[in-house]
């Protein structure tokens, strides 16, 4: 674990360097950007989750976004339904993509869980956490984008709620321009590794994005669980600014946007071959 946490925290490190680098070239947005996201998931015929969340960022500067992200919960386990506040990521993100050429481009977050969900109930860990994220992309042509992310809590908790204990989740995402303002993507991803290795999680996902005037983009993205604890389906629809989220390279992924919408939400007791929801 502390040879993991060293390595994500050097190449966090080293990302950073590299876009600050580039930043006096990178051309500047808004100060201010945010996305409101409503999200609901089904586990199975008896245990849903609802979100509603966001993501509300500051960009000092062209390369760095820091951010929070909270979200308003409801889960459903039979006939027992609980709501509230999840816990509360901070994120801090660095990253060389200008939004200009093919790259290759880099980045990396680093993410802070604050405990603001009542653990009680479900709805959050209890406990202060911390976890990486960091990714690449490419653009092999002009309409079409690839990236890939790995991310891992560095604490006895997870990153997010619907990760397995002790393990890395992995993603790769395609993105193609369509039409005029529209966008198609694509995601699959997983836990690998783990303690629990009878519950690693495999899952794809579908969505849309549409860009309505400047930077504001409407996004609709379906997820499915091939495998393990994930949501047997997801359905969320986004509304803000283009380019925000915990993934510092691609923040309109499917599986990202989910797992972010309830990163610090219903707790683990609700996964896992033991720890099924009651």
């Known amino acids: 674990m502390r040879r993991v946490g060293t390595s994500a925290f050097m190449a966090c490190v080293l990302v950073a360097a590299a876009a ?7 051309p500047r947005g808004p100060a201010w950007v945010g996305d409101a996201t409503v999200a609901t998931m089904s586990f199975s015929d008896s245990t849903s989750l609802g979100a509603v969340g966001g993501v509300i960022a500051y960009r000092p500067f062209p390369w760095l976004t820091l951010g929070a992200a909270p979200a308003l919960l409801q889960r459903k386990a039979g006939a027992i339904v609980s709501s509230g506040f999840g816990d509360l990521p901070l994120v801090a993100a660095a990253s060389t993509d200008r939004g200009t050429g093919r790259g290759p481009n880099v980045g990396a977050a680093v993410v802070f869980m604050l405990p603001t969900g ?6 959050g860990s209890g406990v202060t956490s911390v976890g990486v994220d960091v990714g690449a992309a490419v653009s092999p042509t002009g309409r079409v984008h690839l990236s890939a ?9 997870p990153l997010s709620s619907l990760d397995a204990q ?3 989740w992995l993603d790769v995402d395609a993105d193609v321009d369509l039409f005029g303002p529209a966008t198609a993507t694509a995601s699959l ?4 590794g783990g303690t629990d290795t009878t519950a690693r999680a495999r899952e794809v996902g579908a969505g849309l994005r549409y860009a309505l005037r400047g930077p504001l983009t409407l996004s609709v993205a379906v997820t499915h669980r091939l495998a393990g604890d994930t949501p047997v389906w997801g359905l969320a629809v ?7 989220g915990v993934s510092p390279l691609n923040p309109g992924s499917p599986l990202q946007g989910q797992r972010q919408v309830v990163g610090g939400g219903v ?12």
């Open 238 to 244: 986004t509304l803000g600014t283009a380019g925000v």
């Open 267 to 278: 707790a683990t007791v609700c996964h896992g071959k033991s720890r099924v929801c009651r």
């Open 149 to 157: 992310d790995a991310s891992r809590g560095l604490s006895a908790v």
């Open 20 to 26: 600050a680098a580039q930043g006096h070239n990178a």
């Open 189 to 192: 991803g997983g836990d690998f």
């Open 118 to 123: 009542n653990a009680s109930l479900g709805l």
């Open 166 to 168: 002790g393990s890395t």
